[in-house]
């Protein structure tokens, strides 16, 4: 069974602009949830999406948005890029919402410039 | 609020010997699961062990080992024979038996010495 894949791998953006970052969970699994990985913040979760619905949302602020398609498949957008969105985002799925260890994508690695 | 800490921002272990990992919790719930995840310097995250609260018996993973104290809202990680592979940043994480989010620690960066 293919693992969690997220594309792209890398990605530089300048400030300013938006970014869409994409995550296919493995198949089975109907629950996606997304986190930024920062060295000084460790990983902080952004969203949860089950059903194509968004269920949990941490605490950033709204120019970070995501979604979730009737595959299961999900995307992240980010508008407005600042410097301080630079980071790993890493996508995890699980088969539901958290009952069971969550699989992690490799993440995409976003430089803003 | 639910929080995970580990206190350890970096560890070191001579290869073959023992390291423990720890880490602590605050929560209200009485029903959770608890896991110890490994990144490596790929960057691929690996669920290392996971541990459900209402089982009293700690998990083992071959030559991972939980100490879980319910009571002391501890989970440290016990790698015992420690390899080369064994290094990479370790996350501890909290869910509760809710369907709700995932909470995870800082991280420990483990070094193996050969």
């Not at chain 1, 990605?11 to 000084?40: A, D, E, N």
């Not at chain 2, 609260?53 to 420690?82: C, G, H, M, P």
Request: hydrophobic share 30%.
């Amino acid at each position: 069974k293919a693992g969690v894949t997220q594309t792209p791998r890398y990605l530089i953006k300048t400030r300013g602009q938006q970014v869409t970052l994409s995550c296919s969970p493995i198949s089975g699994h109907r629950s996606v949830s997304w986190y930024q990985q920062t060295p000084g913040q460790g990983l902080q979760f952004l969203f949860e999406y089950f059903s194509e619905t968004q269920r949990n949302k941490g605490n950033f602020p709204g120019r970070f948005s995501g979604r979730q398609f009737s595959n299961s498949r999900s995307e992240m957008n980010v508008s407005t890029l600042e410097l301080g969105d630079s980071a790993l985002y890493l996508c995890a799925s699980t088969r539901l919402p958290g009952l069971n260890e969550q699989y992690f994508g490799p993440g995409t690695r976003l430089t803003v410039t | 609020a639910q929080t995970v800490t580990q206190s350890q921002p970096e560890m070191s272990v001579q290869e073959a010997e023992t390291v423990t990992l720890s880490c602590t919790y605050d929560t209200s719930e009485s029903d959770y699961y608890l896991f110890w995840y490994k990144q490596p310097p790929s960057r691929q995250m690996i669920l290392v062990i996971r541990q459900e609260a209402y089982k009293q018996q700690n998990a083992t993973e071959n030559r991972f080992s939980v100490n879980f104290q319910k009571a002391a809202k501890s989970f440290s990680l016990k790698i015992s024979d420690s390899q080369l592979g064994d290094a990479a940043m370790y996350f501890c994480a909290y869910t509760p038996n809710t369907g709700n989010q995932f909470y995870f620690g800082t991280g420990t960066s483990l070094t193996v010495i050969p």
